[in-house]
T-cell receptor
Framework: AQTVTQSQPEMSVQEAETVTLSCTYD???????LFWYKQPPSRQMILVIR??????QNATENRFSVNFQKAAKSFSLKISDSQLGDAAMYFC???????????FGKGTKLSVIP | DAGVIQSPRHEVTEMGQEVTLRCKPI?????LFWYRQTMMRGLELLIY????????DSGMPEDRFSAKMPNASFSTLKIQPSEPRDSAVYFC?????????????FGDGTRLSIL
């Protein structure tokens, strides 16, 4: 079974600054996928970024990037030039290749200070 | 492109009543998921459909819950009779065929309150 741990229940960042959200996971699989989802107060779950475990290159999407450390089973999300609209719950998730199961962490609530 | 569409967005009803939540997946997606989100338990997978067929309903809490997918563009989650502990946000998600880490795309959710 896969487990996903987000050790920071809450974080805050000054507007325009950079923040990193932590995520660690545990899996015995060699082929799997990792995701970050954003849930703003409007409650919609929005896919932020996706990483394929067999790719060493870290995924990036505009101001969002990941630091994927496969050996350490770490998958942190970096948000650069933070904006007020980035305030949300962020969920880390994993799935093994060939499986529909998506395992979520408990989430990190990010506040952006103007 | 239209995303996953859920209705209603909010539902408030008295315990004992029947509740029906609706979902329209993204066109072309053949995998559909129903989740429940609460503060205590986080996101829980209730049921997974593939090509309109229920594959895994092990997350459905009890017989009061049922889900159907009569065609590729529509699914319902029904609670009968409803209880206050069913109060939660219910999400529907869809994806392309699983197997290559296809991301799940979520709807806006239905906030259900059972009084």
């Amino acid at each position: 079974a896969q487990t996903v741990t987000q050790s920071q229940p809450e974080m805050s960042v000054q507007e325009a600054e950079t923040v990193t959200l932590s995520c660690t996971y545990d899996t015995s699989e060699s082929d799997y996928y990792l995701f970050w989802y954003k849930q703003p107060p409007s409650r919609q779950m929005i896919l932020v970024i996706r990483q394929e475990a067999y790719k060493q290159q870290n995924a990036t999407e505009n101001r969002f990037s990941v630091n994927f450390q496969k050996a350490a089973k770490s998958f942190s999300l970096k948000i650069s030039d933070s904006q007020l609209g980035d305030a949300a719950m962020y969920f880390c998730a994993s799935s093994r290749a060939g499986s529909y199961q998506l395992t979520f962490g408990k989430g990190t609530k990010l506040s952006v200070i103007p | 492109d239209a995303g996953v569409i859920q209705s209603p967005r909010h539902e408030v009803t008295e315990m004992g009543q029947e509740v029906t939540l609706r979902c329209k997946p993204i066109s072309g997606h053949n995998s559909l998921f129903w989740y429940r989100q609460t503060m205590m338990r986080g996101l829980e997978l209730l049921i997974y459909f593939n090509n309109n067929v229920p594959i895994d309903d092990s997350g459905m809490p009890e017989d009061r819950f049922s889900a159907k997918m009569p065609n590729a563009s529509f699914s319902t989650l029904k609670i009968q009779p409803s209880e206050p502990r069913d109060s939660a946000v219910y999400f529907c998600a869809s994806s392309l065929p699983q197997g290559a880490g296809q991301p799940q795309h979520f709807g806006d959710g239905t906030r259900l309150s059972i009084l």
